[in-house]
């Protein structure tokens, strides 16, 4: 029998699922403001969110590494909040992921809220609803495709995160190795079997929870394109 | 007595809306004008979803904006009712539920109008249970209109809610609006570019042109007023009277109708004595004589009339308008030959040949 350590498998689990819930909370009011507002920031603030998409993720990691140093732009507020670093820590993980993953939350967000449009809004407001009001009852509901892609999107590209954790989270058991770094370690050790089994499993995850989706996607009942 | 007062001033990059107008806050009003000519603008105002920086609106004593004071309801806590021009509802939700939606957010206290009373009078009991998606377009409207209406406003706004639909739809959704007003008593402000909707609803009318407001007042009034002919088509020129049925003539297959200034004759109309109903004398349909003729005319409407005021002389043009007093305001169109050869001037008796009354 393999001596397979399933450690990794569920810290990466962990680390995708804290990072969706971030994203959602900090996605949603970007994806908002990118859909409704005529500021000229506008097209910067697009820029910035889609940066993620092109860098190398280890340059994305580079810097980032230095902003959570004790010292950095991040780290160093942080340390004077929490008392703790934020480097080679799982919260630094979740962090770093939050940027890596945005654009793939906020781009799916942003089109459904745009195809929701202004007019459904404004039909709500002169029924009486305040503006949070209609947000979580007809916006939301109206953008649940693009929420949903926005969570699996968001979701399957934490699991599959390499360069940016190498770079900031560096290799610690129950901490920040997570399931791509395994499968590295184990090919670098030539242990090929545990490499298979783990990559196998992460292949076979994926592919259920992308089918899952689509199917129950196909069953909603709202259309707004 | 109830009023609207509404003082806008808003400026858009193409685009400057300026008004100012103070009408009677019941029955249709209708805001009539070309497309692109603020109707729209002018509604959203109303309703608070633009706001200007320099205006006021008061409804009866309800003040909803006076930027003067800094006062500014916001559109959720304003008693409006709004009917976009596309019905807008929910795609999630079933009509039942968009019916609701509004109702749910009103003050217990302030529900005046309830569910069954809207089903019934909208016709849309068996669409309930449906989502709108499955819905016709004209069933939309109707559900929009329910929906509106179920948060009891003391004002129903209706942006050409019948401008998306065809003929067969619309024909079938105007009675349903003219029931508001009788049913619910809320005071409706009607935008709309179609001639023939404003004549067959509205009380009131405000004319728009270019952002601004050039005439408004009771529709008979505002429709007669011979400087703004040129707002209305040339073929839609024209008297507007209300009458009441007052006799069916069988043997010549007849109906008298009976107005502030004396009868006419039309054909048949398959209505109550005493029914009350709108008619229009298009300018083009009246002729002007002199004296009594001397001879028997066809013409079976044949008025006493006094010249009020003759239009706008135009060289290159061989018509010209004449307001008449027939007891209420008449429009004639005749040439300009005609009008030498009569030697037409205001305060003269003429008689008014009236050929044909059109009925709606």
Known sequence: MLDLDLGPLWLTLQLAGATVIVLLLVGTPIAWWLAFTSSRLRTIVEAIVALPIVLPPTVLGFYLLIAFGPHGLIGGPWKDLTGSALSFTFTGLVLASTFYSLPFV???????????????????????????????????????RGYLTAIVLGFAHTLGEFGVVLMVGGNIPGQTKVLSIAIYDHVETLEYAQAHMLSAGLLLFSFIVLLAVYSANRRLPIHVT | MNQLTANFEVTFPTFHLQVNFAVPAEGIIAVFGPSGCGKSTLLRCLAGLERSSLGSMVLNSHIWQDESQGIFVPLSQRSIGYVFQEPRLFPHLKVLANLQYGWERTPKSARRITLDQVVHVLDIERLLDRLPQSLSGGEQQRIAIGRALLTSPQLLLMDEPLSSLDFQRKREILPFIRRLDSEFHIPIIYVSHDLHEIIELAKTVVLLKGG???????????????????????????????????????????????????????????????????????????????????????????LEATVVEIGEVNTEHPFVDIKLDIGCPLLATITRKSLAALKLHPGQHVHAQIKAVALR
């Open chain 1, 106 to 144: 906020v781009q799916p967000l942003h089109g459904a809220f745009e195809a929701v449009g202004k007019k459904p809004l404004e039909a709500a407001w002169t029924l009486g609803a305040s503006k949070l009001d209609t947000f979580f009852t007809v916006a939301s509901p109206m953008a649940i």
């Open chain 2, 212 to 302: 601004t407001v050039v005439g408004s007042g009771p529709i008979e009034k505002v429709f007669s007023q011979l400087d703004l002919r040129h707002l209305i088509p040339e073929n839609h020129l024209g008297a507007l009277v209300d009458t009441t049925v007052a006799e069916q003539d069988q043997e010549f297959g007849l109906t008298k109708l009976a107005f502030s200034g004396g009868h006419l004759h039309v054909p048949h109309q398959p209505r109550q004595i005493g029914e009350r109903l709108r008619v229009q004398i298009l300018a083009k349909d009246v002729s002007i004589i002199s004296s009594p003729p001397a001879f028997q005319t066809s013409v079976l409407n044949l």
